[in-house]
């Protein structure tokens, strides 16, 4: 729960316009690769209380990243193919567990070993994208715009006895 914590910290903290520039002034490139390695050194050595450490260096880590787009990784997280990864980030999140997770006995056999997994998930987590979620989600968009625009007259509470909706 302290990784929420510590996101939420993060968010409310940058949501002041003076406290966020000068978190974008003192996360320079080098401050930035300097939270990276305490959080690989944290993930590598386990150290006591690690998952407290990570918890704090997520946030920080992401908000550098968010503030200071002109570095390389913002520039690298902008090209065509982390883009293409960001939109596929649902599906991936939903079905990486039968592709990652390991089973014994495996109910996917080979598809769960590396690379077979990855290109598993990947071409699954793209057709759920494509064949599911994109025509879900334009539904909604469809749904809620024509709601938007036809206005349904409520009539008036004739009792005392009116609902509250």
């Known amino acids: 729960m302290d990784a929420l914590l510590w996101?939420?910290?993060?968010?409310?903290?940058?949501?002041?316009?003076?406290?966020?520039?000068?978190?974008?002034?003192?996360?320079?490139?080098?401050v930035w690769c300097v939270l990276v390695?305490?959080?690989?050194?944290?993930?590598?050595?386990?150290?006591?209380?690690?998952?407290a450490f990570e918890a704090v260096l997520i946030p920080l880590i992401l908000a550098g990243t968010v503030l200071r787009p002109e570095m390389f990784i913002g520039r690298l997280l902008e090209t065509r193919v982390f883009?293409?990864?960001?939109?596929?980030?649902?599906?991936?999140?939903?079905w990486q567990t039968p592709f990652m997770a390991p089973t014994v006995p495996s109910p996917l056999g080979s598809l769960q070993?590396?690379?077979?997994?990855?290109?598993?998930?990947?071409?699954?987590a793209a057709a759920s994208y494509y064949v599911i979620e994109r025509p879900m989600i334009a539904l909604g968009r469809r749904l809620s715009s024509d709601r938007a625009m036809v206005?349904?007259?409520?009539?008036?509470?004739?009792?005392?006895e009116a609902t509250l909706f």
Not at 83 to 94: F, H, P
Not at 113 to 124: C, D, E, Q, R
Not at 151 to 160: I, N, Y
Request: hydrophobic share 50%; aromatic share 10%; net charge positive.
């Open 37 to 51: 390695a305490l959080y690989v050194g944290c993930v590598a050595m386990r150290p006591p209380l690690a998952m």
């Open 151 to 160: 206005a349904v007259p409520m009539p008036l509470a004739a009792s005392s």
């Open 83 to 94: 883009r293409w990864v960001g939109r596929l980030s649902y599906s991936l999140y939903l």
């Open 7 to 30: 996101g939420c910290f993060v968010a409310i903290a940058l949501s002041d316009p003076e406290r966020r520039a000068r978190y974008r002034e003192a996360v320079t490139p080098f």
């Open 113 to 124: 070993l590396f690379p077979l997994n990855v290109i598993g998930l990947i071409a699954t």
